[in-house]
């Protein structure tokens, strides 16, 4: 993260706040290349199972 981003957060955190970052689109061969290195459901979708019109995969024609 960085460090403004780690500023904002320390200081939200006092207030009982945090930052949320969503990572979710990207095309579907990059999901692909994630799953092969990572292969974790707790980080990254499996592309064979991810449904058409979802935003780590393109939208079905």
Not at 1 to 8: G, I, N, R
Not at 11 to 19: K, M, S, T
């Amino acid at each position: 993260m960085p460090l403004a981003l780690q500023q904002v957060q320390r200081d939200r955190a006092v207030e009982g706040l945090g930052i949320k970052v969503w990572d979710a689109c990207h095309p579907l061969a990059v999901q692909q290349r994630m799953w092969d290195a990572i292969r974790d459901l707790r980080y990254v979708s499996d592309p064979a199972t991810t449904p058409a019109g979802t935003p780590s995969a393109p939208p079905s024609m």
